[in-house]
């Protein structure tokens, strides 16, 4: 009882003490940004100058371009490998698990060096019967660029881990789903298109939204094989101009705002697939309060 009374006693966090807190945590933001804003070094004027030049625009749309390629690539076939590694086909499984396996287990930065230089391995790719006559026949050189490296290197690399973030959601859609669309004579594949990919998609969303803003920042690991996206045209500008820590507050500050965008976007996404899963606190706060009844138990109203 005395453990009661304490708990009907307990006060809620002191106003002062809250606003203290605010203050203070506005005191530290307004000093950090009056450094960075009043320091020389940062060259102000040259991040403006640079900002919204045509080198570094069209560095900021290969970027761009990037992410949506190999995030359209790696999530197909993703989910290739996810169903393939929840098969009960063990070969089928085991192919996806190693996959799966060795591209999370290798540096994304290896991979590309690697994808850069498979001329090195393989001088020429042709199509054929194995250990029989060739059809056609290609320079490996010819058909690896920077751009499709860059694009291997990504798309190969962000399959594995959306495969794992696949297969997360829809194990959490209860089996019985499954069964139960079965029973209505639905095929395994139909059941998994109209049934579990779109109840699986509230544990897919987040996940690949923090793996769409990851690639954002990733593909500046594409500036070491030559490839002309954000961070290499800001090198290429520094490399003549020596305006090092300005140009590289210009490529900050792009990836900021468009990681920014992007969290707004996954925001809205997750609203809208988690709608119906509870009530806003607005409308709980709408409804009628309960009656009592005459032997003083509540009932609904």
């Not at 930065?109 to 054929?128: D, E, H, K, M």
């Not at 594949?189 to 109840?199: F, M, W």
Request: proline share 4%; glycine share 6%; hydrophobic share 50%.
């Amino acid at each position: 009882m005395d453990k009661l009374r304490d708990v009907a006693r307990a006060l809620p966090s002191s106003r002062f003490s809250q606003r203290l807190s605010w203050g203070f945590t506005l005191i530290v933001d307004f000093y950090v940004l009056w450094c960075i804003g009043t320091n020389r070094h940062f060259e102000w004027h040259v991040v403006y100058q640079w900002f919204n030049e045509k080198t570094v625009l069209n560095g900021l749309a290969m970027t761009l371009d990037l992410t949506v390629v190999a995030m359209i690539i790696g999530t197909i076939l993703g989910l290739l490998l996810a169903i393939g590694r929840m098969s009960n086909n063990r070969l089928l499984s085991g192919l996806s698990g190693f996959y799966i396996w060795f591209f999370r287990g290798t540096p994304l930065l290896v991979q590309l060096i690697f994808w850069y230089n498979l001329a090195t391995l393989f001088p020429r790719v042709s199509l054929g019967i194995p250990f029989g006559p060739e059809w056609m026949s290609w320079k490996t050189n010819d058909l690896i660029t920077p751009l499709t490296a860059a694009i291997a290197g990504l798309a190969l690399n962000e399959a594995a881990y959306m495969a794992e973030i696949i297969r997360g959601g829809l194990l959490s859609v209860d089996h019985g789903q499954v069964e139960t669309a079965q029973a209505f004579g639905m095929s395994r594949s139909r059941a998994l298109r109209r049934i579990i990919i779109t109840q699986a998609m509230r544990a897919i969303v987040p996940p690949t939204g923090n793996q769409l803003i990851s690639m954002i920042k990733v593909t500046s690991l594409v500036s070491v094989i030559a490839m002309g996206d954000l961070l290499y045209s800001v090198q290429a500008i520094y490399n003549s101009t020596f305006a090092v820590i300005p140009m590289l507050m210009v490529a900050v500050m792009w990836y900021l705002f468009i990681t920014s965008l992007l969290n707004i976007g996954q925001s809205a996404i997750e609203r809208y697939y988690s709608r119906g899963e509870r009530l806003p606190a607005s409308e709980t706060r709408r409804l009628p309060p309960a009656k009592a009844n005459v032997s003083g138990k509540e009932e609904p109203q």
